[in-house]
């Protein structure tokens, strides 16, 4: 099938962020886990209909605009299951959603301007699940990129289903009814601490009852979504904020504390010493209506190397100085 994309839209742009973590300081490149890229082909495991599907998507150009060729290449396949593939993959690369505001809004900004410019067209890739969104973020709490995608990797491989395609075997998050069984003594086996067993096992099971509806999040304002969330054990402001950046298209969360938004403001606003989560809000008010895009762009400079990331940073801090001048 294919599904017409609103420009300015880059797929390979988009994809970075969850194809992999960053390149870790000795130079070590983590494995994919859930999200692949095969021949220029993004490739995918997801429940549709009750069902696991392995779903491709590549970039083209339909007539001079730019579209995407989606295809089942595992598991059952027919009307109803396309029809929400459709769903699902307009939903997990937002493709009608009209970026041109962020834009205008960036371009007002010395620090982003050269970002939005370095990474146009990339935009937040959503997460086809809330439930795998939430737990993820609540095994990354407080701990480094390589311990958190061990752990990930050792939950997915031990509770995931998977589909074999091409000699490849393509693996599913854990579905709310495979965690809500576990142990926390089986879930500590994974390296998983107990309060973070806990608290995972807890959300399955609120997920499995119905205490949690995490699809019904969706038809919630950003608010109410966040309230509903941090209701649960587990679930503090940054893990809420980032459920809504990342799986539930909201475009104006602001993880405050989140040390590596920090970091990065810090690097290209030219700060002396790492801001507050008030300071950030306070910075983020230029940001209003597009504070998890301004967020992203800055997260993303992590998947540059130092050098790139040094230099657009000396880049600003001349503009910076000049206009003072």
């Known amino acids: 099938m294919l599904i017409p994309v609103r420009e300015p839209f880059s797929l390979r742009r988009t994809l970075r962020f969850v194809l992999g973590p960053p390149r870790l300081l000795n130079g070590r490149q983590l494995e994919p886990l859930l999200d ?51 769903s699902l993959v307009e939903r997990q690369f937002s493709t009608m959603l009209d970026v041109s505001p962020f ?10 301007a050269p970002l939005v410019a370095h990474f146009r067209g990339m935009r937040i890739p959503q997460s086809p699940g809330i439930f795998e ?38 693996y599913a998050f854990p579905e709310s009814a495979a965690l809500a069984i576990a142990t926390p003594a089986q879930l500590r086996r994974l390296q998983i601490s107990g309060p973070k067993a806990r608290y995972i096992i807890g959300i399955a099971r609120a997920v499995l009852d119905g205490s949690l509806d995490t699809e019904g999040l969706r038809r919630l304002d950003p608010a109410a979504a966040d309230a509903k969330l941090r209701a649960h054990k ?41 801001p507050t989560p008030r300071r950030i809000e306070q910075i983020a008010r230029a940001w209003t209506g597009w504070r998890s895009y301004a967020t992203f762009y800055l997260w993303l400079t992590y998947w540059e190397d130092r050098e790139w990331n040094q230099r657009i940073a000396e880049e600003i801090s001349d503009t910076r100085r000049r206009i003072k001048l």
Do not use: M
């Open 36 to 86: 692949h890229l095969v021949e220029g082909e993004y490739r995918r495991v997801a429940d549709i209909g009750g069902r696991s599907v392995l779903y491709g998507a590549k970039e083209e150009r339909v007539k001079g605009r730019a579209t995407l060729r989606v295809c089942i290449l595992a598991g059952p396949d027919g009307p109803e299951i396309r029809e929400k593939l459709r």
């Open 103 to 112: 834009y205008a809004l960036a371009q007002r900004d010395r620090a982003l």
């Open 133 to 170: 969104t939430l737990v993820c973020a609540i095994l990354e709490q407080q701990i480094n990129l390589s311990f958190a995608h061990q752990v990930k990797k050792a939950l997915i491989e031990a509770y995931g289903n998977h589909l074999e395609f091409e000699g490849r075997r393509y």
């Open 234 to 274: 587990g679930v503090g402001p940054w893990t809420a904020q980032y459920v809504g950046l990342r799986a539930l298209g909201h475009l104006d969360s602001l993880p405050a504390a989140d040390v590596g938004l920090q970091k990065a403001v810090q690097r290209f606003y030219g700060l002396r010493k790492l």
